[in-house]
């Protein structure tokens, strides 16, 4: 580790950080790619906040997006297929003072994942869940995932996905202690940087679905989308993600009151438009760590109680 970029003097930060600051080596997915405009994004909104390089980790697992964390100089961790919530979520408890962000792609998420993704909600870490969603598994060329539209041809299913969808954001929702739950679009930046910026101010583990273009194997699907931006429906609220350009642009609006948990619910089987903002909040549901804090052994009480079952065994 370099050692140089560790602050131990306490001295206040005096460094002003660019986006072009957290700019790591050219990514390399294919052209067109929405996680091009996530990662510009990302780039802006870490600016924007400020957030220290060495203060900040991205963790991922596997699939195009997971290659996410080497395309920036914050710290990063590239791990294993669906266990990027675990290793952030152990990260986070030993390191609290860091900002911890997490990439997952549908299927990382959403099927291998799944467990950890519910679990992770339910635990309410404070950090930030990125879902760059593009209905496919696309590393592994064009594999049905759990969010690829039924009857949809793949090459896993030639014939047409055999199930229903399921709803990232439905899903989230009816998991015990979801806390602050939100969609938005790659190529929509100004809204899914105020989603970020958002999920930053909120304690608590925040869930951003990003609906995410794949031109090389799910061209129609976000295509239809970004050409028709009056499919689109942005959630208002002064409590919610406000962003005076968005609302300029996109005509279908309504309010919805992010504390309104049943309303949020309803918002997922909205068939004649795609909602995009933030969908639930609750400030006041306790993170895993306020819950945990005062309870856990010292060094000196685990080194006794290991002796102790040491001694149990002894012959
Ligand atoms: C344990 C394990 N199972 C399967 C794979 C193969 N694999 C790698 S990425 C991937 C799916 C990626 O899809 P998604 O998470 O949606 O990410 P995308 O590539 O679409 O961004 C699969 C099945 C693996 N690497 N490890
Ligand atoms: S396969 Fe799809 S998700 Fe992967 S890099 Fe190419 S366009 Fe992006
Ligand atoms: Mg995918």
Same mark, same amino acid.
């Given at each position: 580790?370099?050692?140089?970029?560790?602050?131990?003097?306490?001295?206040?930060?005096?460094?002003?950080?660019?986006?072009?600051?957290?700019?790591?080596?050219?990514?390399?997915?294919?052209?067109?790619?929405?996680?091009?405009?996530?990662?510009?994004?990302?780039?802006?909104?870490?600016?924007?906040?400020?957030?220290?390089?060495?203060?900040?980790?991205?963790?991922?697992?596997?699939?195009?997006?997971?290659?996410?964390?080497?395309?920036?100089?914050?710290?990063?961790?590239?791990?294993?297929?669906?266990?990027?919530?675990?290793?952030?979520?152990?990260?986070?408890?030993?390191?609290?003072?860091?900002?911890?962000?997490?990439?997952?792609?549908?299927?990382?998420?959403?099927?291998?994942?799944?467990?950890?993704?519910?679990?992770?909600?339910?635990?309410?870490?404070?950090?930030?869940?990125?879902?760059?969603?593009?209905?496919?598994?696309?590393?592994?060329?064009?594999?049905?995932?759990?969010?690829?539209?039924?009857?949809?041809? !793949?090459?896993?299913?030639? $014939?047409?996905? &055999?199930? %229903?969808?399921?709803?990232?954001?439905?899903?989230? /929702?009816?998991? *015990?202690?979801?806390?602050?739950?939100?969609?938005?679009?790659?190529?929509?930046?100004?809204?899914?940087?105020?989603?970020?910026?958002?999920?930053?101010?909120?304690?608590?583990?925040?869930?951003?679905?990003?609906?995410?273009?794949?031109?090389?194997?799910?061209?129609?699907?976000?295509?239809?989308?970004?050409?028709?931006?009056?499919?689109?429906?942005?959630?208002?609220?002064?409590?919610?993600? !406000?962003?005076?350009?968005? $609302?300029?642009? &996109?005509? %279908?609006?309504?309010?919805?009151?992010?504390?309104? /948990?049943?309303? *949020?619910?309803?918002?997922?089987?909205?068939?004649?438009?795609?909602?995009?903002?933030?969908?639930?909040?609750?400030?006041?549901?306790?993170?895993?760590?306020?819950?945990?804090?005062?309870?856990?052994?010292?060094?000196?009480?685990?080194?006794?109680?290991?002796?102790?079952?040491?001694?149990?065994?002894?012959?």
């Amino acid at each position: 580790m370099d050692t140089s970029l560790l602050d131990i003097s306490g001295a206040p930060d005096e460094r002003v950080f660019k986006a072009n600051d957290y700019k790591g080596p050219a990514a390399r997915w294919c052209p067109g790619c929405g996680d091009f405009s996530i990662l510009a994004t990302t780039r802006r909104f870490l600016e924007s906040e400020q957030l220290v390089p060495e203060k900040t980790l991205f963790v991922s697992g596997i699939g195009c997006s997971a290659r996410f964390p080497h395309y920036l100089k914050t710290y990063g961790f590239h791990g294993i297929h669906g266990r990027a919530l675990p290793l952030a979520l152990g990260a986070k408890m030993r390191r609290p003072d860091l900002n911890v962000f997490v990439v997952m792609g549908d299927g990382d998420c959403t099927s291998i994942g799944a467990g950890h993704w519910i679990h992770g909600v339910r635990y309410n870490t404070n950090l930030t869940v990125l879902l760059l969603d593009n209905n496919i598994y696309g590393l592994t060329k064009k594999q049905t995932s759990p969010t690829t539209p039924v009857k949809y041809v !793949t090459n896993t299913q030639p $014939q047409g996905s &055999y199930l %229903n969808p399921l709803h990232p954001i439905a899903v989230t /929702l009816g998991v *015990a202690n979801a806390s602050f739950v939100a969609q938005t679009a790659d190529w929509i930046p100004a809204h899914l940087l105020a989603t970020m910026k958002a999920a930053q101010k909120h304690k608590g583990l925040s869930f951003i679905r990003i609906l995410q273009r794949c031109p090389k194997w799910t061209v129609d699907i976000m295509d239809a989308k970004v050409k028709t931006p009056d499919e689109m429906m942005i959630l208002n609220h002064e409590n919610g993600i !406000t962003d005076a350009k968005v $609302q300029k642009m &996109y005509k %279908n609006q309504m309010e919805h009151d992010p504390s309104d /948990l049943d309303a *949020a619910r309803a918002l997922t089987d909205m068939t004649s438009h795609i909602p995009l903002g933030l969908f639930y909040k609750n400030e006041d549901i306790p993170t895993y760590d306020e819950l945990r804090r005062g309870k856990d052994f010292t060094t000196e009480e685990k080194m006794a109680n290991i002796e102790i079952e040491f001694d149990r065994f002894a012959v």
